[in-house]
């Protein structure tokens, strides 16, 4: 992008908004669908201002423009916004002001924002208007610059879906939809409308390539007990897919068609929405004479627990992964003392060896590949202008995943390429320390995320060191890598881990500048004992198939019930891997995998 490109576009937005009388105009980095990947076509946040970070809204007034992001992407974000004309506002920081705050301070009473409301979460632009019509200042909601000041605009994806058989999705469509009109029913709802491209795709086991990373296709659905739409562009639809759906009795409608069927919605009828999962768009259009039933989505909980036949998908995808990965970090071994290996080339030999893997479809995410200070940059996708090569001294982090048509894996090992510190070597074993205490918890029905929270930070915060991320996200079955609706986190969330459910755990430590440090394996919870007097409890099996690298282990600082379930996961790993590998993979597996 060349430099002078970004005022020029912000000089062509000014010109918009004086056009429409608008004093400030915000720009969220979301979709119609509020995907964390949008597809291009809405990459409008992006466009305008040049960071390319995947969360911050960017503001834009007649004299001032700003993006605001959080800490992942301050380093990233104060690189891409110099002399662009936008200011970054670092979120969290106790001198940076609220956004809504700023921009009211912008407009002043009697002035006039601007917004997307098909970009925009309903729950958000709720919260927005109330705030900033209380200071005398209207929001606009029905605008879309990019339509106008955006000449080469992408199309929304035409890319060709395709439909999960039921040996894989364990389920088919038409038990699907006579699961959720159940759930329908105990909320007292008629019908539910889908807009997240995961929840569509789970629903009607329906996979596409319109997003980078998550095999989502474009879409929403209705579902409830007298009929169910899949609004979908019609060329993205084989006759046979449209055949299969008439046949389960989904009836196929234009992508745009949702609008006008949403707003006929017979009167007095009860529709299910999520407000932060909705367009602020198609919430309006909802009639007044219905009532909205605006509750966490059963869609998304039904989805986070996974079917015996999605398990077992997700098992095979761990093995292809595992031995993808004994190839990778064979090969890495070699090439680092020859000089041979740089950040940007860690990313390509992983897509390779993965890409070598049967029903490998793509990668999961883009991966991080962080050497020394690299690492300690949580969110770093490496470049091939700013790249480090990779010494044979410290640490690497590295973090990648792959989908495949059986299931998606996420994992993040740090590996000791030369010589470390003994201060590595303490920091190291305090990550690993959290991550086995996670892995190992046994925990009572109805415990959420936020409760085990504290056994992945526990040796960390004895030492005065933490980490501000999450320690587990949930992940979809040949899906979105990041899925809801549980996680395992600090901040309180109501969902309670079930049995089926498939969970990261990343337990994570990061010296600015100097090194980062990151163990993550994906866990699934399930049934570990029934009492009569106490309930059922809960704990958890690791599925991910790696050596963890032991060269950094300062083995005196772990216990013996660590020291033995780290090495029954490597035997497991190594068992569970042997007979996919080559002689001389399988010597260096059992190398890396002896017993500590």
Same mark, same amino acid.
């Given at each position: ?8 576009? =912000? ?65 990233? %974000? ?127 086991? =329906? ?142 030999? =992983? ?17 991080? %590949? ?5 690492? %300690? ?38 590996? %000791? ?127 991910? =198939? ?51």
């Amino acid at each position: 992008m060349k430099t002078n490109e970004i005022p020029e576009r =912000l000089t062509a937005m000014r010109k918009f908004m004086e056009e429409k009388n608008l004093d400030a105009f915000i720009i969220p980095s979301t979709d119609a669908h509020l995907s964390e990947y949008p597809p291009k076509y809405w990459e409008s946040r992006k466009w305008i201002s040049g960071f390319s970070g995947s969360a911050g809204t960017a503001v834009v007034t007649k004299e001032k423009a700003g993006v605001w992001t959080d800490s992942r992407y301050f380093l990233q %974000a104060a690189e891409e916004l110099n002399e662009t004309g936008f200011d970054l506002f670092k979120m969290g920081q106790a001198d940076t002001p609220d956004m809504t705050s700023w921009i009211i301070e912008q407009a002043g009473k009697g002035g006039s924002v601007g917004i997307d409301g098909l970009v925009y979460a309903a729950s958000e632009a709720k919260t927005l208007k109330e705030k900033i019509e209380a200071k005398g200042i209207q929001l606009e909601t029905s605008f879309d610059p990019f339509t106008e000041i955006r000449s080469d605009r992408p199309e929304i994806p035409k890319n060709k879906a395709f439909t999960l058989p039921v040996e894989i999705a364990g389920e088919s469509v038409t038990s699907k939809i006579e699961r959720i009109i159940a759930e329908l029913k105990k909320g007292d709802a008629d019908g539910i409308l889908l807009v997240t491209l995961d929840a569509v795709a789970w629903t009607f086991n =329906l996979r596409g390539n319109d997003v980078e990373y998550n095999p989502v296709a474009v879409a929403y659905g209705y579902v409830s007990e007298k009929e169910t739409l899949l609004f979908i562009d019609a060329e993205k639809l084989t006759d046979e897919i449209a055949n299969a759906y008439q046949a389960e009795g989904v009836k196929i409608a234009g992508y745009d068609e949702v609008f006008e069927y949403v707003s006929k919605l017979p009167a007095n009828s009860s529709v299910c929405v999520t407000g932060n999962k909705i367009n602020y768009k198609l919430l309006q259009t909802i009639p007044a004479s219905c009532r909205i039933v605006d509750i966490p989505s059963p869609v998304d909980m039904m989805k986070s627990v996974k079917n015996e036949t999605e398990l077992n998908g997700f098992r095979n995808a761990m093995i292809k992964d595992g031995v993808a990965l004994v190839k990778f970090y064979m090969w890495l071994e070699k090439a680092i003392p020859a000089g041979e290996v740089t950040e940007v080339a860690v990313e390509g030999k =992983l897509r390779e060896y993965r890409s070598q893997q049967e029903l490998f479809v793509g990668e999961s995410f883009g991966t991080i %590949a962080g050497y020394a200070g690299n690492g %300690a940059i949580i969110h770093y996708h490496a470049s091939p202008e700013t790249c480090l090569q990779v010494k044979p001294e410290g640490l690497l982090l590295i973090d990648s995943g792959g989908q495949y048509k059986e299931g998606t894996t996420d994992i993040t090992r740090t590996v %000791a390429v030369g010589k470390l510190t003994k201060h590595m070597k303490q920091d190291y074993t305090n990550v690993l320390k959290g991550h086995i205490s996670l892995a190992t918890a046994v925990y009572p029905e109805g415990t959420r995320g936020s409760q085990l929270d504290i056994l992945a930070r526990k040796a960390l915060w004895e030492n005065n060191l933490t980490y501000w991320h999450g320690t587990g996200h949930g992940i979809g079955h040949f899906l979105n890598v990041h899925e809801g609706p549980q996680n395992i986190r600090l901040e309180e969330n109501p969902t309670q881990l079930k049995p089926g459910m498939v969970t990261s755990n990343e337990p994570g430590l990061y010296r600015a500048n100097q090194y980062g440090i990151r163990i993550e394996n994906l866990i699934v919870t399930q049934e570990q004992k029934k009492t009569e007097e106490f309930g059922t409890f809960y704990n958890f099996e690791t599925i991910t =198939l790696c050596p963890i690298d032991t060269k950094p282990i300062a083995k005196k600082l772990l216990t013996k019930k660590e020291i033995k379930w780290f090495n029954r996961y490597h035997k497991m790993v190594y068992s569970k891997l042997k007979n996919h590998l080559n002689n001389d993979e399988t010597a260096w597996l059992k190398r890396k995998t002896k017993p500590i």
